[in-house]
């Protein structure tokens, strides 16, 4: 009964140890920020026209600004691809290459980034990554921290908040339930995922 009862109380405060670990990993100033091998960047929608949305969008010009900097030697876009009309790793890819001057050679594509569990996963075990900086905005870090932390790629974040985003008070307390379901995902339910063969990155 004890242990049931502590397992409860932990779960019921896994979101604040989640956001004070992810905190305490998140960078904010680019000066600061050691080399790492990849830059890892979450999908995070896409236009009727098929562009980044602003928060996508601010996330592939804060890991343009790491590439360019130094700090990163490749990049890996992550994003959803399952519907006809939607591709937001290829408009990732596209804005990297043509907007942001970052080499072909040193991006790789994951088109099954469905969500922030399917990167994390998927990075470890399709792209081999063992540990990365992670791109998002500040309030997805501590999460996608957490997340690829406990499957194998050793994170640290920076942020790519940039601007106030439309809806952005509705994220933030979405991702405190986000926070609940990655720990269900990641310690008692593994959800699925698209695997496949390893791929060079």
């Given at each position: 009964?004890?242990?049931?009862?502590?397992?409860?109380?932990?779960?019921?405060?896994?979101?604040?140890?989640?956001?004070?670990?992810g905190k305490n990993n998140i960078y904010t100033e680019l000066?600061?920020?050691p080399h790492y091998e990849v830059a890892i960047v979450f999908g995070a929608g896409i236009k009727d026209d098929g562009t980044p949305s602003d928060a996508l969008k601010d996330r592939l010009i804060t890991a343009a600004d790491l590439y360019n900097a130094g700090v990163v030697d490749k990049i890996l876009v992550s994003g959803d691809n399952r519907f006809e009309n939607y591709n937001e790793p290829d408009a990732m890819y596209e804005y990297?290459?043509?907007?942001?001057?970052?080499?072909?050679?040193?991006?790789a594509v994951d088109y099954a980034g469905r969500r922030t569990f399917d990167t994390c996963v998927r990075a470890s075990?399709?792209?081999?990554?063992?540990?990365?900086?992670?791109?998002?905005q500040g309030y997805h870090l501590p999460r996608a921290i957490f997340t690829c932390d406990a499957l194998g790629v050793e994170s640290v974040g920076y942020s790519a908040t940039r601007q106030d985003?439309?809806?952005?008070?509705?994220?933030?307390?979405?991702?405190?339930?986000?926070?609940?379901?990655a720990v269900i995902d990641v310690y008692i339910w593994e959800p699925d995922y698209v695997g496949g063969e390893p791929e060079m990155l």
């Open positions: 009964m004890v242990v049931f009862v502590c397992l409860i109380v932990l779960f019921l405060i896994s979101p604040l140890l989640i956001l004070r670990h000066s600061n920020i990297l290459v043509n907007t942001e001057d970052v080499s072909e050679d040193d991006i075990e399709i792209w081999g990554i063992d540990d990365a900086i992670l791109i998002s985003y439309v809806f952005s008070d509705y994220y933030k307390f979405r991702e405190v339930l986000a926070i609940y379901k």
